[in-house]
């Protein structure tokens, strides 16, 4: 019997994780599967009756054909093929970063370091996702339902049409997909509360939910919905209609819907087992399996321990699978994987019968085609215009130079801080924003140290003298340097951390500041009595960009740390680039920001 390798995936979504099964039903299915004849062999497609559309073809690893779409992933990046005996690159379409599935004619790709784009079968642009209201398009998903959900730099989402066209302004905080013509989003009320809405393709909100509601999946089906409403004990299943309607609430015993169909529903109760209701509640099969996957309107997979079954709704055992460790149902080719203890696969019915004689091993990680892509893109420039907007000449963000150190502190017990200098704030804290693919850091420093030590008088023998009494904030702690650390979600972050200090510097000058001292990577600015040094690190493993402001007391000291930070920078990035092209070398100094002297306690 011939060895037969095969592979096949899942495809996730941001909100919660969609199956190419549950996409199926929107027109999303799967017509072959990548296979080898043996292991050493290049990768072919297969249809579901176990014949090849082509083999010993790929030698990168291929996604399923998607609507007579397939891809290929190599190290030089994604690129797409159309699905035939002799398969063709589509022109345009190669060593992409990211890549989508067909659905509705059109295919969302990302070209390295460039926004997302959808093209037709024969790779032609049909459009691209330039910025929506001077906010950057992030992520974008296949079209369902005629719409697609798109992301912004803000975190908010929307929808557009298949022209590319804004239909639904990107204003939520989360959203579903569209089926069936709705699609529940998230919102956050004038007073803060987040609910779920339900709306409709134009936008106009059907029904709000109930505050204490959650969608407990992505899409409807069958124009329902499964939910969750009420806290704590009484927190209960329930099904949602197209109209917002909430059908019933389910009994006390369903903690969580899994499946549903026209007739039954699968749930499971409190001990994680699994059962069937009807859509009268009433018990079909009480909750006693580990799984349960519908294969037909009457008949279902299910497992206990390690025996695997098929059986009908009076719980009647249909077929038995003794030579398996697990069974599957693939929903798009609606039949059945036995797998057994070598991750070997058989191909069957729907009855368990055998449709081919080939062995199969899967594989879901790694695939080429998703649901949902992200952009590749990073203005830089937009990114110095935001960091300078933050720098003024009394401080980053909401921290001021001079500040007591005590306002920017998060524990009021001054033995934490006994013997530091410096804080680390997150953004928020000093109303600084998310920055698109960025990860930032607020840091303020002092020369005096945060905590001291406070002695109390003790009297021995007609003699005093001074015994410690534990620790106090020092008054005389004030906010001296303030940095914002940056690090970048970028490919070459070592490049184009250097390319954003020089960005950087550029706009700080046209805001005044003046350049004192250049080095080959860092340089020291001036304004009035301030100091902005901006140089590139390496902090352990992560190339970063720090932006310190301080109080100018002694310029060369100033100098003298730039040249420093340059001397470790320049070792470390070296490290880095042997550690990024071996992760098993590691070994970084430790770098700092500015360090100005630290003075004496005073007490």
Known sequence: MKKLVVVFAA??????????????????????????????????????????????????????????????????????????????????????????????????????????????????????LNPYKNKEIVSATIFLDGLARIETDEGKYGFINTDGKVVIDPKYNNAGLFSEGVCVVQKIEKAKDTLFVLINKSGKEIKKLPKDASPQ????????????????????CAFLDKKGEIERKLPKKVKQVLEHKDKYYTYFDEDYNVGLNNMKDETVIRAKYESMTFVGEKTFLVNKGDKWNL????????????????????????????????????????????????????????????????????DFAAVADKLASYITESGIGAVKIGDSMMKWLSDSNPASYYGENSVGLSPFMAEIADINKCELLVEVGSKNVIAIEKYKTEYFYGYSFQTPDGYTFNKNSKVDAVSILLSLETEDKIKDVEKLVNILRDKMVSKGYKVGKQGTFACELSKGNKTLLISPMVLRDTPILVAELVLTSDRSAIIKTMEEI??????????????????????FGTETAVETPVEEPCM
């Open 217 to 236: 999946e992505n899409i409807f089906s069958g124009g329902q919905l499964s939910i969750k409403v009420g806290k704590g004990d009484n927190e209960r």
């Open 566 to 587: 340059e001397k470790m920078y320049s070792t470390n990035k070296e490290n880095y680039k042997l550690y990024e092209d071996n992760e098993d070398y590691l070994e």
């Open 311 to 378: 059986i009908d709704d009076e719980d009647n055992v249909l077929k038995t699978f003794e030579d398996y460790t697990k069974v599957m149902y693939f929903d798009s080719w609606d039949c059945l994987f036995g797998i057994d203890s070598d991750d070997k696969v058989e191909l069957m019915n729907t009855k368990g019968e055998k449709i081919s004689n080939e062995a199969f091993l899967f594989r879901f990680d790694d695939l080429p085609l998703r649901a949902e892509v992200t952009s590749d893109y990073f």
């Open 11 to 128: 495809v996730a979504t941001a909100l919660t994780f969609v199956s190419c099964d549950k996409l199926s039903n929107q027109k999303l299915s799967v017509e072959y599967l990548p296979f080898k004849l043996d292991e050493k062999d290049a990768w072919g497609l297969m249809g579901k009756d176990g014949k090849a559309l082509f083999k010993d073809e790929f030698e990168g690893i291929i996604s399923p054909s998607y609507n007579g779409v397939f891809a290929e992933k190599t190290k030089n990046g994604i690129s797409l093929y159309t699905t035939s005996e002799k398969p063709e690159l589509i022109k345009g379409c190669d060593n992409l970063k990211a890549v989508g599935c067909m659905s509705e004619g059109l295919i969302p790709i990302v070209r390295k370091g460039q926004r997302i784009e959808y093209v037709d079968k024969r790779g032609k642009t049909k459009f691209t």
